[in-house]
């Protein structure tokens, strides 16, 4: 199995490719169908519950734009599952063309420290970390908005605009341990 690259394939005039990523399978398929509407760009959507990507399709396979990990922070195994798959990525895609998304972050079960190890996987990484509801109607549609707008910059559909410009916008930060500012 090999890396997945970025920049194997030549782009395809006005068509963006998103791979989304998830262990459980809950929320990816109702962003997916949300996702193919767009008319105004052609829109490729593939689903993957870990990479790497099998082989076999490797030669059919559409440049991939942006890759998106969702992780259900209710599940330790969804979070351990976009560790080990990120391996996979050949390191120019973090270059703003991976981001991460956060499902059922207002649960009051999760623990802390699982969200707290998201925010510093992302931030290691210099990748968005987005947060999406997905246990309201309007969850999937709130974040294919956000994803397409990514999508899009990493596309290069956005004259003047580069996906990791928009990336160092959106980082991920995490605060340091010392929360005291001293101001002398």
């Not at 398929?29 to 052609?42: G, I, P, S, Y």
């Not at 246990?135 to 549609?141: C, R």
């Amino acid at each position: 199995m090999s890396l997945l690259n970025p920049f194997s394939r030549r782009p395809a005039l006005n068509t963006a490719s998103i791979l989304l990523v998830e262990r459980e399978e809950e929320f990816q398929q109702r962003l997916a169908e949300v996702l193919v509407k767009e008319t105004a760009v052609t829109l490729n959507v593939r689903l993957a519950k870990s990479l790497p990507l099998p082989a076999a399709h490797e030669q059919s396979r559409p440049r991939i734009d942006l890759v998106v990990f969702i992780i259900n922070l209710t599940s330790d195994l969804s979070l351990q599952s976009a560790e080990a798959s990120l391996k996979y990525l050949d390191p120019e895609y973090f270059l703003g063309k991976v981001c991460f998304m956060a499902t059922n972050a207002r649960n009051a079960a999760i623990p802390p420290e699982r969200l707290d190890a998201l925010r510093e996987l992302a931030a290691s990484l210099h990748c968005t970390l987005l947060f999406a509801e997905d246990q309201t109607a309007d969850g999937a549609t709130n974040a294919s908005e956000r994803l397409l707008t990514i999508l899009k910059v990493a596309a290069g559909l956005v004259p003047m605009t580069t996906a990791l410009y928009l990336s160092n916008l959106m980082m991920c930060t995490v605060p340091s341990d010392n929360n005291e500012t001293d101001f002398d």
